[in-house]
């Protein structure tokens, strides 16, 4: 008998000996413990990303204390009414998320389907509304390094008739809009890998699969998709919200 | 012979037991994803208020970045179900919090203390 015999006789003796789920892999006792494993690991790739964003955080929060009067000129350039849309399709994305896992959890194949679905349309608008925000800032002149103008800091704004910077200061707002486009830049591709993933989910999940007890690629692209919910929840307020009234 | 097969059954439930990552797994009802979600979006609408309204000094930072801690604690707690998870998804969460807080702290110490009495 060669060794090629042998390791398949083994092999085939080592499926028979313990029946299982074709999902659960060899080195793991049980289900549960695999998916806890796979739950331990997503926390800590969540954590490599919350000491990303973070660091923008970070130099946010400096910057804005540095150049103050071009951080409360920045903000008020911003679409109020865009960033609570974007906050509200967010949040609701999460729960259609949490649900998406539920159905997973209690195996209903059509009802995953279909909050994943619901998903992919909320982050998508999502992404619409970020897209038109964007192409504002780009026809007023705010997107530093291609196409800015500190003209419109300079003489005041019709909803800010104060907002008169020097020239040097309305310069720095530059600053602001690079922190800006960095933050919002990496969160949205932080959603665009997420509908990707989403996408290759639920055509698997058309397949039959994530509906038969094999649940952790579902609850960790969940906590993926949180995650990210959870970036904006503090993007919102930091971009938006605290310079209205300066 | 009976004791020592005893003794082998009993080792292999104490084993079983004490797996650090066994954790039964606790189905969250959609009632909970439903009252968490109205809640965030509750908060959503007032801190959205608040920031309409001009509060005394850094009032209205302070109000909205409590108003997105409390809504970053419901999401982590109900949606990414720590509240239900073992204690060592507890510990890696916590942990990787405080290592940020410590992080941000720090170089905020620094930053602010750069200029001491020079302002």
Aim: proline share 3%; glycine share 8%; net charge negative.
């Amino acid at each position: 008998m060669d060794s090629h015999t042998v390791a398949a006789q083994t092999a085939e003796a080592a499926h028979s000996e313990h029946e299982h789920p074709a999902f659960l892999k060899h080195h793991f006792e049980s289900v549960e413990q695999q998916r806890e494993s796979a739950t331990f690991g997503m926390w800590l790739f969540l954590l490599t990303e919350i000491m990303f964003f973070g660091g923008l955080f970070c130099a946010y929060l400096i910057f804005r204390n540095w150049y103050y009067p071009a951080f409360v000129a920045g903000s008020h350039s911003l679409h109020l009414w865009a960033g609570t849309l974007n906050t509200t399709l967010l949040i609701i994305s999460s729960f259609t998320m949490a649900m998406a896992v539920h159905a997973a959890e209690t195996r209903v194949r059509k009802a995953l389907m279909g909050w994943m679905i619901a998903t992919i349309v909320l982050g998508s608008g999502f992404l619409c509304v970020k897209a038109y925000e964007w192409h504002d800032e780009w026809v007023e002149h705010h997107v530093p390094g291609l196409n800015f103008s500190p003209a419109g800091f300079l003489h005041g704004t019709k909803d800010y008739p104060d907002d008169k910077l020097s020239l040097d200061m309305a310069e720095k707002t530059q600053v602001y809009f690079s922190l800006y486009f960095a933050m919002t830049g990496m969160h949205a591709l932080h959603m665009v890998i997420g509908v990707s993933l989403l996408a290759i989910l639920l055509f698997q999940a058309y397949g039959g699969k994530y509906v038969e007890g094999h649940v952790a690629p579902i609850e960790n692209f969940g906590l993926y998709w949180h995650f990210v919910d959870i970036v904006w929840i503090f993007l919102f307020p930091l971009l938006y919200l605290i310079s209205r009234h300066q | 012979m009976q004791g020592a097969g005893n003794r082998e059954a009993f080792m292999a439930e104490a084993k079983h037991h004490d797996e650090p990552t066994l954790h039964e797994e606790h189905i969250v009802s959609p009632t909970v994803y439903l009252l968490i979600g109205g809640t965030l979006l509750v908060f959503t609408a007032l801190t959205v208020g608040a920031s309409l309204i001009d509060l005394p000094g850094d009032l209205n930072a302070v109000v909205a970045l409590a108003i997105a801690c409390i809504k970053m604690t419901l999401v982590v707690l109900f949606f990414m179900h720590v509240k239900y998870s073992s204690k060592l998804t507890k510990l890696t969460v916590g942990a990787g919090f405080l290592t940020f807080c410590v992080l941000i702290m720090m170089t905020m110490t620094d930053y602010i203390s750069r200029a001491w009495g020079r302002w």
